[in-house]
């Protein structure tokens, strides 16, 4: 059975990965004073973040409409593909999964819609687990339990420099609320189940790194890791450095940095540093 990967763009997958298995890739939107920018298209990373501090109304993100997800189930089909995997940011933080069961109910029993629980490469490893696992010749069972698989053992946490984008987005008020509403702090947060829930409010960003420090070495040896920020990739570097001195031994080999996409980014702002990461299977 040929099988097909759809996910959105907030999946942060490198463009390297999507083309060497063959990834769809449906971009969010992006709304900028009143004009539309496709995710990743039509607006760099680098210049959304340069500016987002002074435009004069804060941006605000949209999912991708039910023509997109058509069009590229049609596409893959067209293809020659026999069942699609459609895989997507988490439920409880956008509307795209409910966008994509909707496109995929013109295609009765030939697309299996998911959400990941996550977001950033915590959706992106999900599915490059299923690229890998349909790579090596498994069908749409070995494709699932894969993803199954390394949604179980996934990690993901945050450091935001400034809790001021959370606000404004309104995307994530209860994490405002837990804080008090601070703007000084530095709050360290993970993401599980759609969920966002406070670990710690330090008071620097180099407590703040610390405690991620600690967080991720606290899983014990990693199978994946990604060092996620949005346009802070000296930060990003030196976290990423101190992580290979101290610990080196429990990291893959691969580790990727990555510049989180803008309609993640548009939420918690720039200078943030995040990471993903699988822990290593039992067994």
């Known amino acids: 059975m040929k099988l097909g990967l759809v996910t959105d763009s907030p999946s942060d997958l490198p463009a390297a990965t999507v083309e060497q298995y063959g990834i769809e890739v449906v971009p969010s939107i992006l709304v900028i004073e009143g004009r539309p920018y496709l995710d990743g298209k039509d607006i760099t990373r680098e210049e959304f973040y ?3 501090p002074s435009f004069k109304t804060h941006p605000t993100t949209a999912t991708p409409s039910l023509g997109d997800f058509q069009v590229c189930y049609r596409k893959l089909f067209e293809g020659n593909c ?64 894969a993803i199954r698989s390394t949604r179980e053992r996934l990690r993901v946490y945050a450091a935001l420099d400034t809790l001021e984008y959370v606000r404004r987005s309104g995307r994530v008020p209860g994490l405002v609320a837990a804080l008090g509403g601070i703007l000084r702090i530095k709050p360290v947060v993970e993401l599980a189940g759609g969920q966002v829930r406070p670990l710690g409010a330090p008071r620097t960003n180099r407590q703040a790194a610390e ?71 039992e067994g």
């Open 50 to 52: 340069t500016s987002l």
């Open 82 to 145: 026999e069942h699609i995997i459609s895989l997507h940011t988490a439920e409880k933080l956008t509307s795209t999964v409910n966008i994509a069961r909707q496109a995929a109910a013109d295609f009765p029993g030939r697309i299996t819609v998911l959400e990941s629980g996550s977001l950033s490469l915590g959706l992106g490893f999900q599915v490059l687990a299923a690229a890998e696992a349909i790579d090596e010749g498994g069908g749409l069972e070995e494709a699932l339990a």
């Open 211 to 281: 405690k991620l420090r600690e967080l991720l070495t606290g899983l014990g040896p990693l199978e994946r890791l990604a060092i996620l920020h949005t346009n802070a990739p000296a930060r990003a570097k030196e976290f990423l450095n101190t992580l290979m001195g101290e610990h080196r031994k429990s990291l893959p080999r691969d580790i990727l940095i990555s510049n989180v996409t803008s309609v993640i980014g548009a939420h918690l702002g720039p200078n943030g540093l995040g990471v993903a990461a699988v822990k290593v299977g």
